[in-house]
């Protein structure tokens, strides 16, 4: 069956400090990868997505994902967090040719001042 | 400014009696979805739509109807609420992958 894992529930970082949300999937192809944010009371947004080429993908807000094909991840990273980069963070697969997206369970993050 | 607006924000109603989330799309995307999401279980596709007239069952699907006859409309149909489908609900408008989200509707069933 194809599906997304997010290991971890809550991420806690300082501020000023790397952070990294982790994401794997399973899912057959070459999909799509991509990173959602949802702050509070508010709609999913888009962050970043992965479709061929460089394996590290920038988006917004200083954000990065980082592709590995042999481990089936695609982890999301900054270099230096921000209080303000406090939210649900999804990650979604869609699989090569289609416009389904399957999503992970989110983690939240927390940066702390 | 691409869009995906769905109403109501919030709602409260009581088991059994019907209701609908409408939802539109600026975009003219083909691919349209419902979701629902859970503490603990993200987000679960409920529905979708690949064009006018093509709706299809996602991972939760029961209790639920959809219709789609206009490309820019996609309401979400509660035709007898119970209180398991207290949720946050979200359309969804997308292309390749590249989802346009609604803001959201908070429904209660009591």
């Known amino acids: 069956a194809q599906s997304v894992a997010q290991p971890e529930d809550q991420v806690n970082v300082a501020e000023g400090n790397p952070l990294t949300v982790k994401c794997t999937y399973s899912?057959?192809?070459?999909?799509?990868l991509f990173w959602y944010v949802q702050y509070p009371n508010r709609g999913l947004q888009f962050l970043l997505k992965y479709i061929t080429g460089d394996n590290l993908v920038k988006g917004s807000y200083g954000f990065e994902a980082e592709f590995n094909k042999s481990q089936t991840s695609f982890h999301l990273k900054k270099p230096s967090a921000l209080v303000s980069d406090s939210a649900l963070y999804f990650c979604a697969v869609s699989p090569f040719n289609t416009d389904k997206l399957i999503f992970g369970t989110g983690t939240r993050l927390q940066v702390f001042p | 400014e691409a869009q995906v607006t769905q109403n109501p924000r919030y709602l409260i109603t009581v088991t059994g009696k019907k209701l609908t989330v409408t939802c539109s799309q600026n975009?003219?995307?083909?691919?349209m979805s419902w979701y629902r999401q859970d503490p603990g279980l993200g987000l679960r596709q409920i529905y979708y739509s690949m064009n006018v007239e093509v709706t299809d069952k996602g991972d939760v699907p029961e209790g639920y109807k959809v219709s789609r006859k206009e490309k820019r409309n996609f309401p979400l149909i509660l035709e007898s609420p119970s209180p398991n489908q207290t949720s946050l609900y979200f359309c969804a408008s997308s292309y390749r992958g590249r989802a346009f989200f609604g803001q959201g509707t908070r429904l209660t069933v009591v």
């Open positions: 975009m003219n995307h083909e691919y």
């Open positions: 899912v057959s192809g070459n999909p799509y």
